[in-house]
């Protein structure tokens, strides 16, 4: 919300310091498949919270409970100091919801996806059309408002997704995957106009994939696999935990990784063996280099570069975040 007063607003429930997303033992459960098994996390205001993990994970599934879209099935939790079983109505007023698929009306134009979604607030018209300039303004579309929808890029219809969760200017914004499908200009100019929400005093939640977007975009994130929470934390304080400074990624011909790793088995604290290279994580990368080629070992490429959060799932779930 371009413009607008980051504070809570008149009435607000939530008190100075109180979060603005409590979970307690929460579970998710679609009869006998669990989804979310018994996590805990806090969501402070103004923070950007990410959810990471591959699919299937349970990222969603969290999300559209707190989104109040989605029963808890057990467990407590509290958005926006209240319980979405009860003031579900309450909460979903109050914060602006970027599911996974666009649902942009493609007949519509631009500035007619604002000013219909809009209404289903009950505000005047007059606060629509001023809300729906600056956001076009916001999101960079304001040359397409009066365009229809479906010719647009994948990159311009995520950030009218956007501006359009943004019309009721929620205290809380949910992404689910924001950028997926996007080419990376599009992706960074993303990043950019929720970067710019975050210095607002909007709170972020964000689910995604994408280790590279987790780290630009959030202050604290939880590493999710099969429902559970793996770990917790700022992305540098994970990385420093769970991995090396840095990484050396080598590549041989099809079918010598197996081979490879055993003679290289003991250079480094920690090896790990992908189907299409062997990643070795050290402290020193140029050094555990010239180490390997002192084995005899000839690898067809290699590459030194830092520890990243895709690193730090590896270790803590044994399989890459994009699968």
């Known amino acids: ?7 809570p607003p008149a009435g607000s429930t939530l008190r100075a310091g109180e979060p ?10 679609f009869e006998d498949f669990v989804a979310v098994d018994g996590i805990d996390f806090e969501i402070a205001q103004g923070e950007s919270y990410g959810l990471l993990g591959p699919n299937g994970a349970g990222k969603t599934s969290t999300m559209r409970m ?3 879209m989605s029963p808890v099935s057990e467990g407590e939790l509290r958005v926006l100091g209240m319980d979405p079983a009860t003031d579900g109505a309450r909460i979903r007023s109050r914060i602006g919801l970027v ?3 666009d649902t942009l009306d493609l007949e519509l134009t631009v500035l007619d996806n604002l000013m219909i979604y809009g209404r289903y607030f009950d505000l005047p018209k007059k ?3 001023q809300r729906a300039e600056a956001l076009l303004e916001f999101s960079q579309l304001s040359d397409r408002a009066h365009d229809k929808v479906e010719p647009l890029s994948g990159g311009m219809k995520r950030r009218l997704t956007i501006a359009r969760a943004l019309v009721s200017e929620p205290e809380l914004l949910i992404l689910d995957e924001p950028t997926t499908g996007l080419d990376p200009q599009a992706r960074h100019l993303l990043w950019d106009r929720l970067y710019r929400l975050k210095l607002q005093g909007v709170t ?3 689910t995604t994939h994408y280790m590279d977007e987790a780290e630009q975009l959030c202050d604290r994130l939880a590493v999710m696999d099969r429902g559970r929470v793996a770990a917790e934390d700022t992305p540098p304080a ?3 935990r769970y991995s090396t400074r840095e990484v050396v990624e080598l590549r041989f011909s099809p079918g010598e990784n197996e081979q490879n790793a055993d003679k290289l088995n003991g250079l480094v604290e920690r090896l790990e063996v992908l189907p299409d290279r062997l990643l070795l994580y050290t402290d020193d990368g140029d050094g ?7 084995t005899g070992c000839h690898p067809e490429s290699s590459l030194v570069r830092r520890s990243t959060l895709e690193d730090v799932f590896l270790h803590l779930t044994g399989r890459s975040l994009v699968e």
């Open 1 to 7: 919300m371009p413009g607008s007063d980051p504070r």
């Open 20 to 29: 603005m997303v409590t979970a307690r033992g929460l579970v998710k459960r």
């Open 66 to 68: 707190i989104a109040c």
């Open 99 to 101: 599911p996974q698929e």
């Open 127 to 129: 606060v629509i059309r």
């Open 204 to 206: 972020l939640v964000i």
């Open 238 to 240: 994970l990385i420093a």
């Open 288 to 294: 555990t280099l010239a180490a390997v080629h002192r």
